[in-house]
């Protein structure tokens, strides 16, 4: 799924982003509303893994969807 497809369905996805990073919270969730950037963002935080790895971490998971 294109990135501009996730950021339209946001609310209905946020299950799929918490099934694969559980360690996101829902205020994360809010904050993050759909912007690529800001996801790769709050997965570096809290799983404490570098830039590339979430970006990476990140298509894969939308290239599921």
């Known amino acids: ?7 339209g369905n946001w609310k209905q996805v946020t299950g799929k982003v918490k099934e694969q990073w ?5 205020d994360d969730l809010t904050v ?6 800001q996801l790769v963002g709050r997965i570096q935080e809290r799983y404490a893994i570098a ?12 290239d599921r969807l």
Do not use: F, P, S, Y
Request: zero cysteines; aromatic letters at 6%.
């Open 32 to 37: 993050i509303n759909g912007q690529q950037d």
């Open 1 to 7: 799924m294109n990135w501009d497809r996730i950021t």
């Open 51 to 62: 830039k590339d790895e979430a970006e990476r971490q990140v298509k894969e998971w939308a």
């Open 22 to 26: 559980g360690k996101l919270t829902d």
